[in-house]
């Protein structure tokens, strides 16, 4: 078992079943195209692709490229097309997939760096783009100065985007996304939301203006398959869409 | 010509610690050029993984004070905690909470609107300031985003630090592989804070991300600095089976029960004052010591656990205050908390000691400070209390942030750049890992490592077992497994894995050491074969420096100011 | 589109078997609108030949007056219902209605905006579609 | 033109398209599919001016939304100053020049000058 499901000994069950791994090969300063290699793989019910492709790694092929942290869906390091779908590996169970062959592959949409690897440059870039702090001119606190009251209610208002974990994985399935290299996407359009509905932040104009743009919000047509992918139920299709309200006139 | 890049402020480690310090840096220092560097993205930082809550006084109006917040901290610590050092995090703390609100931090509220606090473990006052039980992940979350507000801090992700160059007293510059690349970079400074988290991945069984492992330690440690207080690792009562992923002790906070086979509260017979909320110490002993007596449970993989109930809380309150530990239980473990006992045991979760440090975070070399998890301000003592660690990264990184600025706005280096450093380190790491050979799966090594660790260094530790520990970590370490197989230089994440368990060693042995010489119990340190504090002997703190041939241990005064110590009770 | 950039391209944008029934409307709507457009032009120039008489019209509606000319307009006739219908959905979940209201997500997550509403949306827009399309097919080839 | 001013003009021409189609395509049903399409009819129902005024109301509308829904598509699909520049321009081109082309049938035969 791989290094990730560390239980203390006694590991192997008879409860064991195993499947056909296949992971995507490529490194693009070295081959011409991308193959996949196949790797049998004894799985228990909680085995996750991560732990799969970690025991891969571990003891078939040591030069697997795999970008992973926190195997606890919180760090956003593991995103990758499984089965077809854009998908966290340590959040991927082998045993729900229902299938005898496992295919895992770079997410699509970012550039690959080598195997399943991608780059994120281009998502950290749009992030930072929407202003994602909250604007306002008192964000530097004053001693003695009291936190900014906020109900339960209004927190609700946005937690839910500040879910967002940068996986990437809305930007993989997002159709625009497919084609256009310039639309900033469905994570940071969820973040551009996010800070206008803190009812602590004064930058809803200056943030809507950013993206009321060629490749900006317009760009999104409620294809939803970002909200479908994500796996921390941010819903970036609602939030854009709330968000698109506002320049509509619909919401102020 | 190695490939060089220079920056004013060079910030080793993109956790809580590393971000805050960035942003108190790039606030003081507007003209300055801070480099985050980071062998993860910056958000992928094992700090988004804290889950429960960070200390503060915050509600002083209805009965809380600092005084409180400094006991509790100095009893936890099994008073090896330097006071002067907790009495400053506690102060500190109340306006950083207030500060990271103002950086729109979505703390949880209560309906009158100010920031809520649980209940945590050891604390007289609930004071565990809470975002639903992410909040290690907000306020990644809000420290990052409030990075990008700065334009004079660049991020340097996925870059492994292998070495800090510096003239044998002050600091100039570190080594880097850009992993997405392969290169091998010289980063030039004038200041350094080391910022690399805990090493808590020695473990087999642990709640931290797999990349903490402890090559920020072990940097440190051969540049001539020292680890200090390394036995002190504290388990947490309630990591999940089978994953090792952490269950919040905010579900304890929050009113949950730790239940043996006879389905009591067996907390009654060990701290019957503080029944689930005892400090992580006891707690871990007492499961243990239930499990000894044969009132534990099996889990289906055949490991030994205890059970958490959380069904009393009801869905309602499960989803609102714990939603992350209900999806990784129901997820991971198929667990509804709500409808289900969790099989928990205790589990490797944080390192008291690492790099030492003064008050300030000033290490032994000048020009560079240590925040964090990764630093040692001793502010922890020999246990450390649920959600003081981020507390600490927050106070320190800032302090360290701001002193670093200062020093550079003082200091102006003009000393030669020693190159013969750099070639060193680079015939280190190219000739004796990179190029190494032999026929040894160093992930197996890894494996045996970490297991052992887990097998002779767990809850209850005892004379035997920690040299039989040590004689087969050094056994292992002779094998030959310091060799890279993949041979691309992109993205070669086996090189870093093998780098990765070559700190593993030295650290590793260190822990091992330390806990052999302390013959005595405290804090998370418990010996059989010594089961009594002895504050005659044992009051100090433990120092280790880097030695080719093993490590060279000294001891360290505690700074006592207010509180003498006296036998700890809950 | 360049390699190195891993976009999935236009299959990405044009194939809708996965995603749900979200994935399909939006094909759906790209589509049509292309079609409509397409139409639409062919429509313009269809009627300009009124300019050249009665001779000239005939002529003209000869050329469409047959049995895949009405098949042709069938689905004109499907793609412009389809599209108005989901037109007016899509507007209004771009103005915000009906895509469900932030909340604390519990997992699993099930996104609020794929809701009930917007998916009996897209059913009907399809639905209306067809049985206009039946509609406009017997009026053509009813007489 | 801000991206929010064009994208408002394209939901604006859709709404008013969405009535504007529906009397035009109800016409043609009222009269009876086949008939409506007979040249008399056709002709008269060009020169019946608050027809023809709607007619000329669609094209505009029509245009102005299908050659955005182009633009958009297009842009969508490949970028670059130059080619985003040439699809912009093309298609406010192709737009006005349907338009121009469809507004000549109308006005000539409206006038009778056939
Ligand atoms: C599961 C879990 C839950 C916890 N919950 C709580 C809680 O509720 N409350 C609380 O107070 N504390 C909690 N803690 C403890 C707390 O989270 C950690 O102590 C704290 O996050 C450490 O932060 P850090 O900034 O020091 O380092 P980390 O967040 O660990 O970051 C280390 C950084 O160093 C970088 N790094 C390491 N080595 C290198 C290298 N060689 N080169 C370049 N970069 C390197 C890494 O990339 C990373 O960015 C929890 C810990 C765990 C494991
Ligand atoms: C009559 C009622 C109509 C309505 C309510 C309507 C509505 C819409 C809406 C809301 C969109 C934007 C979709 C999005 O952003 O995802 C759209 C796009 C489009 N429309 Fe229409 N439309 C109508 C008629 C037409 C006609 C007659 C044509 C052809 C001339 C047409 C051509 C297009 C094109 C080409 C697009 C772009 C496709 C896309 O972006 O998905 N539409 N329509
Ligand atoms: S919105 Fe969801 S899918 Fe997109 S990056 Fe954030 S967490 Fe990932
Ligand atoms: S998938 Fe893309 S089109 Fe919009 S709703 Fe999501 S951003
Ligand atoms: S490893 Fe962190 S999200 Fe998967």
């Given at each position: ?252 | ?66 005084e409180s917040h400094v006991y509790d901290t100095v009893k936890g610590s099994d008073f090896l905690a330097d006071q002067d050092v907790a009495e400053r995090l506690c ?30 473990g050891g604390y007289s ?100 600095m020292a680890l200090k207080d390394m036995e002190f690792v504290q388990f ?35 701290a ?6 005892a400090p992580r110490d006891i707690?871990s002993r ?64 944080y390192m008291m000691g690492g790099l030492h440090t003064d008050i300030d975070g000033a290490t032994e ?5 240590a925040?964090?998890e990764?630093a040692c301000n001793s502010v922890h003592g020999s246990n450390r209390l649920g959600?003081n660690s981020?507390?600490e990264?927050?106070?320190w ?60 260094a767990?809850v209850y530790k005892n004379e035997?077992?920690l ?43 260190i822990v091992l050491l330390g806990a052999i010489n302390r013959k005595e119990s405290r804090g998370a340190h418990a010996r059989t074969d010594y089961p009594k504090r002895d504050d005659a002997n044992f009051l100090h703190h433990t120092l280790a420096y ?5 490590p060279i241990m000294k001891t360290h005064p505690v700074t006592i100011t207010k509180y003498q110590p006296v036998e700890r009770k809950y | ?143 | ?114």
């Open positions: 078992m791989a290094q990730v499901s560390s239980v203390p000994k006694g590991q192997t069950s008879p409860t064991s079943k195993s499947i056909t791994l296949r992971i995507s090969r490529f490194n693009p300063e070295h081959d011409e195209s991308s193959g996949f290699m196949e790797f049998p793989i004894s799985y228990e019910k909680w085995t996750t692709v991560l732990e799969a492709i970690l025991d891969v790694k571990k003891h078939f092929d040591h030069s697997v490229a795999v970008r992973y942290s926190c195997r606890q869906a919180t760090c956003g390091s593991c995103g990758m097309i499984i089965n077809g779908k854009p998908r966290l590996a340590c959040f991927t169970k082998i045993s729900e997939l229902n299938s005898n062959v496992v295919t895992v592959e770079p997410m699509n949409n970012f550039p690959i760096i080598r195997d399943l690897a991608v780059k994120f440059e281009k998502l950290f870039d749009t992030h930072q783009k929407i202003k994602p702090y909250l604007i306002r001119d008192d964000t530097e606190i004053q001693s003695n100065e009291k936190e900014f009251l906020q109900s339960p209610e209004e927190v609700e208002q946005y937690i839910q985007f500040a879910n967002c974990i940068k996986c990437g994985l809305c930007n993989s399935a997002c159709p625009t996304m497919a084609t256009d290299s310039s639309f900033v996407g469905p994570q940071a359009l969820a973040q551009a939301y996010r800070y206008v509905a803190d009812s602590r932040d004064k930058g809803k104009d200056s943030r809507l203006k950013i993206i009321d743009d060629s490749h900006g919000i317009w760009r999104c047509h409620f294809a939803g398959s970002c909200s479908q992918v994500c796996p921390k139920g941010v819903d970036p299709a609602m939030g854009i869409q709330l968000l698109r309200g506002y320049l509509l006139g619909f919401r102020s | 010509m190695v490939d060089s890049l220079e920056f004013d402020l060079i910030i080793c480690g993109s956790g809580l610690a590393g971000l805050r310090a960035a942003i108190a840096a790039a606030k003081k220092g507007p003209n300055l050029k801070i480099g985050i560097v980071s062998k993860v993205q910056v958000m992928r930082s094992h700090s988004v993984s804290a889950e429960g809550g960070t200390a503060a006084v915050l509600f002083e109006d209805e009965g809380d004070t600092i102060v500190e703390m109340p306006q950083e909470i207030r500060q990271l609100d103002h950086w729109g931090m979505p703390w949880s509220r209560r309906d009158d609107g100010r920031i809520d606090q649980r209940n945590f006052f609930p004071r565990a300031t809470y975002a639903s039980d992410k909040v290690g992940f907000f306020e990644m979350q809000t420290l990052y985003d409030t990075c990008q507000k700065f334009e004079n801090i660049e991020y340097l992700n996925e870059w492994f630090v292998t070495s800090i160059i510096h003239d044998g007293k002050r600091f100039m510059g570190v080594t880097a592989i850009e992993l997405g690349s392969g290169t091998f970079y010289t980063i030039k400074g004038k200041a350094l804070i080391i910022a690399t988290g805990g090493a808590g991945r020695l473990y087999s069984f642990s709640t931290y991300a797999l990349s903490s492992t402890p090559d920020g330690l072990d940097m440190g440690l051969r540049a001539g947490h009562p309630t990591g999940i089976l089978p994953s090792g992923i952490l269950i919040t002790e905010g579900a304890r906070g929050e009113g949950g029960y730790l239940l043996n086979n006879k389905g009591e509260r067996f907390m009654k017979t060990y019957a004052g503080k029944m689930e909320l707690v007492s499961i243990m010591t239930e499990i000894q007596e044969g009132r534990g449970f099996k889990h289906e993989t055949g490991v030994d656990c205890m059970k958490l109930d959380l069904r009393h809380l009801g869905d309602e309150k499960i989803k609102e205050k714990l939603g992350g530990i209900r999806e990784i239980s129901i997820k991971f473990s198929g667990q509804d908390p709500a409808k289900d006992l969790l099989d928990i045991r205790p589990v490797c979760h070399i000048q020009g560079v400070w925040a964090g990764a959600a981020t507390s990264c927050i106070v990184g800032k302090i360290t942030g701001e002193l670093a600025i200062d020093y550079i706005q003082k200091n102006d280096s003009t000393n030669p750049w020693p190159h013969h450093l750099v070639a060193a380190e680079e015939k280190r790491i190219y000739d004796g890992i990179f190029r190494g050979n032999g026929d040894v799966n160093p992930y197996e090594i890894r494996q045996q490592l970490t297991d052992t660790m887990n097998e002779k767990y035997t077992n040299v039989e520990g040590l004689k087969k970590i050094r056994e292992l370490k002779q094998q030959t497994w310091k060799h890279v197989d993949d041979k691309a230089k992109e993205y070669n994440t086996n090189f870093a894995n093998v780098m990765e368990l070559d700190s593993m060693f030295r650290v590793a042995e880097y030695d080719p041939n093993g | 589109m360049p390699r190195d950039e891993h976009r999935e391209g236009i299959k990405g944008m044009a194939n809708p078997t996965r995603y749900g029934i979200e994935r399909v409307a939006y094909w759906l709507m790209r589509l049509s609108g292309l079609g409509l457009l397409a139409y639409f032009v062919a429509h313009i120039y269809e009627t300009s030949n009124i300019l050249r008489g009665q001779v000239g019209w005939d002529e003209f509606l000869e050329l469409t007056q047959t049995t895949e000319g009405h098949l042709f307009l069938a689905i004109v006739i499907a793609m412009c219902v389809f599209h108005t219908v989901n037109g007016i959905r899509v507007m209004l979940g771009h103005g915000g209605v009906g895509v469900g209201k932030p909340a604390r997500p519990d997992y699993p997550y099930e996104p609020a905006s794929q809701n009930y509403r917007h998916k009996i949306g897209i059913y009907s827009a399809i639905l209306l579609a067809a049985i206009a399309m039946m509609y406009g097919l017997a009026v053509m080839f009813g007489e | 033109m801000r991206e929010s001013t064009i994208m408002k003009i394209h939901y604006g021409t859709a709404l008013a398209a969405v009535a504007l189609v529906a009397v035009h395509i109800l016409m043609r049903l009222t009269q009876g599919f086949a008939e409506s399409l007979e040249y008399e009819n056709v002709l008269a129902n060009y020169k019946f001016i608050p027809y023809a005024a709607m007619l000329e109301l669609i094209l505009i509308l029509l245009s102005i939304h299908g050659f955005n829904g182009l633009r958009v598509i297009l842009l969508e699909l490949k970028q670059g100053r130059v080619y985003e520049k040439a699809v912009s321009y093309g298609c406010l081109a192709a737009m006005i020049g349907l338009i121009a082309y469809g507004s000549r049938t109308i006005i000539m035969t409206n006038m009778g000058m056939i």
